[in-house]
């Protein structure tokens, strides 16, 4: 069965190239949310296996986000996004329960690595 994967970034363009990326690496895009709002709601009646998570966004962030997120979905492993220069961002959402994160622009080998070392944990 296919990784089922929660894509949250709040530029259509970025869930775009993201969600191209795994479904040719054979993974499940089970849904999208371009908010942090949208992404709790989505979690939680969709359970996926993993979340991407964009940190900054319009109406409530990803790290804002990521503890609803693990309250609802407590299975899902979190993968924060982030472009440069988010590093303080990332170190208190990894110390908050992500489990990894990529930096944009996204590459294909680091995303699909991301996604198999949160996976084996």
Same mark, same amino acid.
């Given at each position: ?29 089970? *849904? ?5 709002? =949208? $992404? +709790? &709601? ?42 440069? *220069? ?5 170190? =208190? $959402? +990894? &110390? ?26």
């Amino acid at each position: 069965m296919a990784i089922r994967v929660l894509v949250v970034d709040d530029a259509v363009f970025m869930r775009t190239v993201l969600k191209k990326m795994l479904v040719e690496d054979g993974y499940e895009v089970c *849904g999208e949310a371009g908010n942090g709002l =949208e $992404a +709790i &709601k989505l979690a939680k009646e969709l359970t996926p296996d993993v979340v991407t998570l964009d940190i900054t966004m319009p109406e409530m962030d990803g790290v804002t986000a990521l503890p609803k997120i693990m309250e609802v979905s407590p299975n899902s492993k979190v993968i924060m996004c982030s472009a440069m *220069g988010q590093q303080p961002m990332v170190v =208190e $959402a +990894i &110390k908050n329960g992500a489990k990894d994160f990529i930096v944009k622009p996204f590459q294909k080998a680091r995303v699909v690595q991301a996604i198999e070392n949160v996976m084996s944990k």
